[in-house]
């Protein structure tokens, strides 16, 4: 009887902690039903340990990591001294780009913050794909197979992360447990910074692969907050440059809604 009772208690805990886990926020939700195309986010707030999730089962799916593998590579780059500080430079070969804020000479920060391709193709060569597969497998950062397109892997859909993988690395990232120097992530913490008010900063970066069977729009980050720390990683079903801005926006909404950051006046 005693062994029976047990084995009850741990299935109603497993029961419990499964729900906990995976249960779909209303809040979340709310702020999802407004959108025009399928997504997913997950929040956590890393003082409680909470974390609220919108669409657990697409939460878990890989996609494309697109231009949110510009917060690891840049790190890389850092740590393996392709570039030296936020203002390495990289010049421009006159090609003209569809984002003209491409079309000039960049830094290591001016590059991250209008996502300039090339710039980090640039840096992908001179890493080398051993290098890459060392970095990858050490941050815990999705795999990568023997052989890959270097200058593109993160774009043609070699390296995927889902939602959840994506809050779990940001989470290292926030606490500097990654392999890195120290210096790495107090220099890379400025350049990641994308909005500062007087109660909260946000750090991010957005994604888009438009290409292949299960194009992907991102935007990844975490918050610091009066009301702590929250990390988030959004992902939406984007083809179309039209709704590009739902990234940010439904983000934002969101991270609203949970307290994160306060409601615009």
């Given at each position: 009887?005693?062994?029976?009772?047990?084995?009850?208690?741990?299935?109603?805990?497993?029961v419990i902690?499964?729900?906990t886990s995976?249960?779909?926020?209303?809040?979340?939700?709310?702020?999802?039903?407004?959108?025009?195309?399928?997504?997913?986010?997950?929040?956590?707030?890393?003082?409680?340990?909470?974390?609220?999730?919108?669409?657990?089962?697409?939460?878990?799916?890989?996609?494309?990591?697109?231009?949110?593998?510009?917060?690891?590579?840049?790190?890389?780059?850092?740590?393996?001294?392709?570039?030296?500080?936020?203002?390495?430079?990289?010049?421009?070969?006159?090609?003209?780009?569809?984002?003209?804020?491409?079309?000039?000479?960049?830094?290591?920060?001016?590059?991250?913050?209008?996502?300039?391709?090339?710039?980090?193709?640039?840096?992908?060569?001179?890493?080398?794909?051993?290098?890459?597969?060392?970095?990858?497998?050490?941050?815990?950062?999705?795999?990568?197979?023997?052989?890959?397109?270097?200058?593109?892997?993160w774009l043609?859909?070699?390296?995927?992360?889902?939602?959840?993988?994506?809050?779990?690395?940001?989470?290292?990232?926030?606490?500097?447990?990654?392999?890195?120097?120290?210096?790495?992530?107090?220099?890379?913490?400025?350049?990641?910074?994308?909005?500062?008010?007087?109660?909260?900063?946000?750090?991010?970066?957005?994604?888009?692969?438009?290409?292949?069977?299960?194009?992907?729009?991102?935007?990844?980050?975490?918050?610091?907050?009066?009301?702590?720390?929250?990390?988030?990683?959004?992902?939406?079903?984007?083809?179309?440059?039209?709704?590009?801005?739902?990234?940010?926006?439904?983000?934002?909404?969101?991270?609203?809604?949970?307290?994160?950051?306060?409601?615009?006046?």
């Amino acid at each position: 009887m005693r062994r029976k009772n047990y084995i009850s208690r741990i299935i109603f805990l497993f029961v419990i902690i499964a729900h906990t886990s995976f249960a779909e926020d209303e809040k979340l939700a709310e702020v999802f039903a407004k959108s025009p195309v399928a997504g997913s986010m997950v929040v956590e707030h890393l003082e409680s340990k909470k974390r609220y999730v919108y669409n657990p089962a697409r939460a878990k799916q890989p996609f494309t990591v697109a231009s949110t593998f510009k917060i690891p590579n840049t790190l890389i780059a850092l740590q393996a001294g392709v570039a030296t500080n936020a203002e390495t430079r990289f010049k421009w070969n006159g090609t003209d780009y569809w984002l003209k804020s491409w079309n000039k000479d960049q830094t290591l920060a001016s590059a991250f913050q209008v996502s300039c391709v090339w710039c980090y193709q640039q840096i992908a060569q001179q890493v080398g794909a051993e290098r890459y597969k060392a970095y990858i497998k050490s941050m815990d950062y999705g795999t990568l197979p023997d052989a890959f397109d270097v200058e593109n892997f993160w774009l043609d859909g070699t390296l995927k992360l889902s939602a959840e993988a994506q809050v779990n690395f940001l989470k290292k990232l926030q606490g500097k447990t990654l392999p890195f120097e120290q210096k790495h992530f107090a220099l890379f913490k400025t350049i990641m910074l994308a909005e500062q008010t007087a109660t909260y900063k946000l750090y991010g970066k957005t994604g888009w692969a438009p290409q292949g069977e299960a194009p992907v729009g991102w935007y990844v980050g975490y918050v610091e907050s009066e009301n702590g720390t929250w990390v988030f990683a959004l992902n939406l079903a984007l083809k179309q440059r039209q709704h590009l801005a739902l990234r940010k926006q439904l983000a934002k909404e969101a991270l609203i809604s949970l307290g994160a950051i306060p409601a615009p006046q």
